[in-house]
């Protein structure tokens, strides 16, 4: 490992300390996680603790408000690409931990069900350390984890949240060995399944970070495009660049440059579109309220 790439090693374990002191701190004041039963699963819409999603920034389904509005924009261009390409599936990653991918994936997600003439199957990817459920503040029975264990139907695996149009594929129990569950023969069935049991629904699917243990790029082959989420004045530049040789042979079809505050950092990244692409959206720091 030369220089650069310990740095870059120590700077990510650090950013994961980090985040996991600070999911511990949110999980304090919030209401206990709801418990979802089997049969609910199939015949309940579970409702949402609207604490949960301030907290966790799920602000898309909010009306005449600008940070809503960001994703209403994303959405839009991201629908668009898809229709002119006849894509179906989207993969969200980044190059690290706490970029910000399962954020910009929910409210990516509730934006496009929101749109009225869309239905969105929303896919925990990041098997090793998932947290759609986690932010939404539910306890499903199965996930994907069920699925590939032990072979639970996907049907008893799907949730439907209080969003119309938006159902969730959790990923269950996490598991260690991630990069091998994404590249297995399992998980390529599981994505052809999804894809032609519903051919009407756009999925989206929350990724692990590119330049962690658990790359998603076993995967890749799955998803006909993949949004890079940027985390903005974190973000190295060496880190977007070896991101993009990751993603060398998925289609890119663009950048989000999150928590973007307009203010540059030495060394770090600025505006990714120097970089990149195209940059679809800028999202700012999310208020909690
Ligand atoms: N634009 C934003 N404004 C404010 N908070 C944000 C923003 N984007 C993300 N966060 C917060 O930062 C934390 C990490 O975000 P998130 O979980 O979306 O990142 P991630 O890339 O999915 O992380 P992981 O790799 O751990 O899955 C969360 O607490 C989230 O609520
Ligand atoms: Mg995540």
Same mark, same amino acid.
């Given at each position: 490992m030369d220089k650069l790439e310990k740095a870059l090693q120590k700077a990510r374990e650090q950013r994961e300390i980090m985040l996991q002191q600070r999911a511990v701190e949110q999980q304090k004041e919030l209401p206990q996680k709801q418990q979802v039963t089997a049969e609910q699963v199939q015949s309940t819409i579970v409702p949402i603790h609207e604490g949960y999603l301030e907290r966790y920034h799920v602000i898309a389904h909010r009306m005449r408000n600008k940070e809503a509005d960001i994703f209403r924009i994303l959405r839009t261009q991201v629908l668009q690409i898809m229709a002119q390409s006849g894509f179906r599936t989207l993969g969200i990653t980044s190059a690290?931990?706490?970029?910000g991918k399962t954020t910009v994936a929910l409210n990516l997600a509730v934006s496009i069900a929101l749109d009225q003439k869309q239905t969105v199957l929303l896919v925990d990817l990041d098997l090793r350390k998932p947290s759609i459920t986690q932010y939404l503040g539910i306890e499903p029975p199965f996930g994907i984890s069920d699925h590939i264990i032990? +072979?639970?139907?996907?049907s008893k695996c799907l949730l439907r949240p209080s969003f119309d149009r938006l159902n969730i594929l959790p990923a269950g129990a996490p598991m260690d060995n991630s990069s091998e569950i994404l590249g297995s023969p399992r998980m390529s069935e599981l994505a052809h399944e999804l894809k032609t049991r519903y051919p009407d629904r756009i999925i989206i699917y929350d990724l692990p970070p590119t330049l962690a243990q658990d790359d998603p790029i076993a995967f890749l082959?799955?998803?006909d495009a993949v949004l890079l989420v940027v985390n903005d004045g974190v973000t190295r530049i060496a880190e977007v660049k070896q991101s993009m040789s990751v993603l060398?042979?998925?289609?890119?079809?663009g950048t989000v440059l999150n928590n973007s505050d307009g203010h540059k950092k030495p +060394?770090?990244?600025?505006?990714?579109s120097t970089y990149l692409s195209k940059t679809y959206a800028k999202v700012k720091k999310l208020s909690a309220d």
């Open positions: 690290n931990y706490g970029d032990n +072979g639970v139907p996907i082959p799955q998803v060398v042979n998925a289609n890119v079809i +060394g770090k990244l600025k505006d990714a």
